[in-house]
């Protein structure tokens, strides 16, 4: 067993991320990333971690060094926020499109405008779309687990997709936290060497990023989708590997308190510990509340979640980003979609709160649960989304 | 006039790492600039191109004119995806998991994706000191897109976006100077080339990848097409450009200029400009603005040749 | 000989799309873009290799006898050989048909 240790979660990250044996870091500073990647160089710099630290001179660049250094063979990570994953969002899909298996740590920001440094999932699901395997981490432990998760889902040959790890900005990056780091030879049973499927060397001359013509082009992204829906037996098995090796069982969506749950709040991030407070209060009051956190985004796990929320009457699905003048929330927007052609359809309130950092206390989430007790009773047609504590 | 004797085809290698059955116009100087680049560097090389009418000839899937290893990611990444492969590869080197090679890690990318929109990337790669050489394929505009004019468009030249009109000349501003800009980033070799003048060419890129350390190689690339010149005059132009002083053949090692080609007196631009159709607008008085630059640029370049 | 694209399936692309057939482009006929082509007079040919520098398309190759003829699979017609050419003996023609 490793030992356990209180450190500060970006810290912790940036160990994981040496434990995995890096070989190339390439990234720019943004907060609220910037421990991770101040740690990381410390590590290089007193040579503790054998790695190029790649110091770039923009977002964009950080993930083209990635894809070059992914592309010659070398195992590779960067790490940003918000407007820096706006930046290289061009990178970011092709990197995808490539299947080159970087691995990026996002800490998850607000995107601008207004300018904020502050929390919210508005920059992940600016890349909804890109193809990346994309999971959250709840808590520092999480995190740390899912480094090592990340390196090996990505690199293996049946998959040989980007992956990103979705930690909330400060509430997870800048929190000390008591986490078990892994032992090397536990990380040496589960994270094997690099070995790509493709690699840039002389020997052998492959052309990588070849333009698709329109006769072509629909098969690529038709092979492109199976690969990233494909994956999500690899990432089932590297969950089940690392439960045997450290006890920690991870699913595709995770579930508590559902007996007899008649509504469920849904969560994704850290926002899922706060509910499960008012979770535990408001069964002590005798409602009947159960509590679903998603814990892998894309490839979307349908079959996880149908089951999770089989027989519930209600979904309180909490989003932390905005879809202007959309349908809600994007959480949302995909539950629906998710659970549109099943028997029964539960009712789903959507709340957007937590935008760019503001606290969500359990007592907001026992008032959300109210509200939509209120509107049962009421039985009035529900908006689609109600922007919470929002100052009118 | 270059040397170009007899047997002038044995000196330099039969293979062609670039092959034929790409789709490059009839008579593109750039494509001949590729190949011979190629046949500089052999097949210890991998190549990262940024996208442009150099990616788009020779990378249509599902084919490729590519004999060595090459990757394609975007318009202004060349310089940083070249870093990433040359920075991976140190690693795994180091770490014992690839044999050192001595492999040579190229960048290109054209005039557009060399001094306008990749130029940020250049930089940040020449500060870092990558050991890597970065070729621009300079054609002076942006060309696989339609001839739109970049910051390597010279002054007075037509293009679709800095059209002759009633009111404007072409081009309005001056040629950046990139050859200058990377010489300013203080990397041990810059070389401007032409591939009318082909063994120069080769030698240059032959030293520049033996160069530890960052190495630009600034190529004047000859489109017949974007530039409304017959096919068949490309390396005639290319001549032109060299001794009318519009685009003289230096190199800089560590700060040291040299002329490799030294033309003598310099002919006068208007044999240059006269026969291509982007400068057919231009009147006396502008061909004279030229005149005056080209005769100042030159030589303040000879006297950095003395120092 | 490869599949064409209209026959490719999304299985048979390559993990990334990659081209792992170094040079397959090879069998792309730029030939028929062509609508002059260069005949040489091999008396006044000096062997000279200049032609075969400076084609663009590497469509110039060395015989036996060491003349350098044209590639006419890949020959675009350009006319560079023949501007080119130290003694003039190249000349370009109308393409026949």
């Known amino acids: 067993m490793g030992e356990r240790v209180g450190i500060e979660v970006s810290l912790a990250a940036a160990e994981a991320v040496k434990m995995a044996n890096v070989d190339v870091v390439a990234a720019y500073p943004i907060t609220p990333q910037t421990h991770i990647v101040e740690h990381l160089s410390e590590l290089v710099a007193d040579g503790e971690l054998d790695a190029e630290f790649i110091p770039v001179e923009s977002e964009h660049s950080a993930m083209s060094v990635c894809c070059g250094s992914s592309a010659v063979g070398a195992r590779t990570f960067t790490c940003t926020s918000a407007q820096g994953l706006a930046l290289m969002n061009e990178i970011v899909f092709i990197a995808a499109s490539l299947r080159l298996p970087i691995v990026m740590i996002l800490a998850n920001r607000s995107l601008s405008g207004p300018l904020s440094i502050w929390n919210d999932h508005t920059d992940v699901m600016s890349i909804r779309d890109c193809g990346w395997i994309q999971v959250f981490a709840e808590n520092g432990q999480e995190v740390f687990d899912h480094v090592l998760f990340a390196f090996r889902v990505a690199e293996d040959p049946k998959v040989s997709l980007p992956v990103i790890v979705n930690i909330d900005g400060f509430t997870l990056t800048h929190v000390i936290e008591p986490m078990e780091f892994w032992d090397e030879e536990t990380v040496k049973k589960y994270l094997p060497d690099f070995k790509p499927v493709n690699q840039l060397h002389p020997d052998r001359p492959v052309t990588m990023g070849a333009f698709g013509l329109p006769i072509i082009f629909t098969e690529t992204k038709k092979a492109q989708d199976e690969a990233l829906i494909k994956s999500k037996t690899e990432i089932l098995k590297a969950w089940k590997e690392m439960g045997d090796l450290v006890g920690r069982h991870y699913q595709p969506v995770e579930t508590n308190d559902l007996e007899g749950a008649e509504t469920v709040f849904l969560t994704m991030g850290s926002f899922g510990e706060t509910v499960s407070l008012a979770v535990n209060e408001l069964r002590s009051r005798g409602k009947a509340v159960g509590q679903v956190r998603l814990r892998l985004w894309r490839p979307f796990p349908f079959e996880e979640l149908r089951e999770a929320v089989k027989g519930v009457k209600r979904i309180i699905v909490i989003d932390r980003a905005i879809s202007y003048g959309g349908p809600g929330g994007p959480v949302a927007s995909e539950i629906r979609a998710a659970l549109y052609k099943e028997r029964t359809m539960p009712a789903i309130t959507n709340f957007l709160c937590g935008l760019a950092g503001r606290d969500v206390t359990p007592d907001d989430y026992i008032k959300m649960y109210e509200k939509t007790e209120k509107m049962t009773k009421k039985k009035v047609r529900e908006e689609d989304y109600i922007i919470y504590g929002v100052r009118e | 006039m270059e040397p170009l004797n007899v047997y002038a085809s044995r000196l330099i290698t039969k293979k062609e790492y670039f092959t034929p059955g790409h789709r490059a116009c009839q008579g593109c100087a750039e494509a001949l600039a590729v190949r011979l680049v190629a046949k500089a560097l052999g097949k210890n090389v991998v190549v990262a191109s940024a996208t442009g009418c150099m990616e788009i000839v020779s990378s249509p899937l599902p084919f490729t004119n590519w004999e060595v290893p090459w990757i394609h990611v975007a318009f202004e990444n060349a310089a940083a995806v070249a870093s990433g492969a040359e920075a991976g590869t140190k690693a795994l080197i180091r770490k014992g998991r690839l044999t050192d090679k001595g492999t040579v890690f190229l960048g290109m990318g054209g005039d557009g994706a060399t001094s306008d929109i990749g130029l940020q990337a250049l930089s940040g790669a020449f500060e870092r000191g990558h050991n890597f050489l970065y070729v621009c394929y300079d054609n002076e505009a942006y060309m696989n897109t339609g001839i739109q004019r970049s910051s390597a468009t010279p002054f007075g030249a037509a293009t679709t976006t800095s059209p002759a009109g009633k009111l404007k000349p072409g081009q309005v501003t001056w040629k950046k100077n990139m050859p200058e800009i990377a010489v300013a980033h203080n990397i041990p070799y810059v070389a401007t080339a032409c591939s009318s003048y082909p063994f120069d060419l080769i030698e240059k890129v032959e030293k520049a990848a033996r160069i530890q350390g960052p190495a630009y190689v600034h190529i004047l690339s000859i489109c017949p097409t974007g530039w409304r010149i017959p096919p068949d005059k490309a390396i005639w132009i290319g001549r032109l450009a060299v001794e009318t002083g519009v685009f003289p053949l230096y190199e800089v090692e560590q700060g040291k200029y040299r002329l490799t080609l030294d033309v003598g007196e310099l002919r006068p631009v208007k044999e240059y400009l006269k026969p291509q159709g982007r400068f057919r607008h231009l009147t006396d008085d502008l061909i004279a603005e030229i005149q005056k630059r080209v005769t100042e640029e030159y030589d303040k370049l000879k006297i950095k040749t003395t120092l | ?97």
């Not at chain 3, 000989?1 to 730029?30: F, H, P």
């Not at chain 3, 000279?48 to 060491?66: L, Q, R, S, W």
Request: negative net charge; hydrophobic residues 30%; contains cysteine.
């Open chain 3, 1 to 97: 000989m490869i599949k064409s694209e209209e026959e490719l399936t999304w299985k048979d692309l390559e993990v990334g799309c990659v081209v792992s057939d170094a040079g397959n482009a090879r069998q792309y006929k730029t030939g028929d873009w062509r609508s002059l082509r260069p005949i040489c007079d091999k008396t006044k040919c000096i062997k000279c290799g200049v032609c075969y520098i400076f084609c663009p398309d590497m469509a110039i190759h060395k015989t036996e006898e060491g003349y350098f003829e044209a590639d006419l699979y890949y020959c675009k017609g350009c006319g560079i050989c023949a501007q080119e050419c130290i003694t003039g003996c190249i000349t370009m023609v109308e393409e026949e048909e």
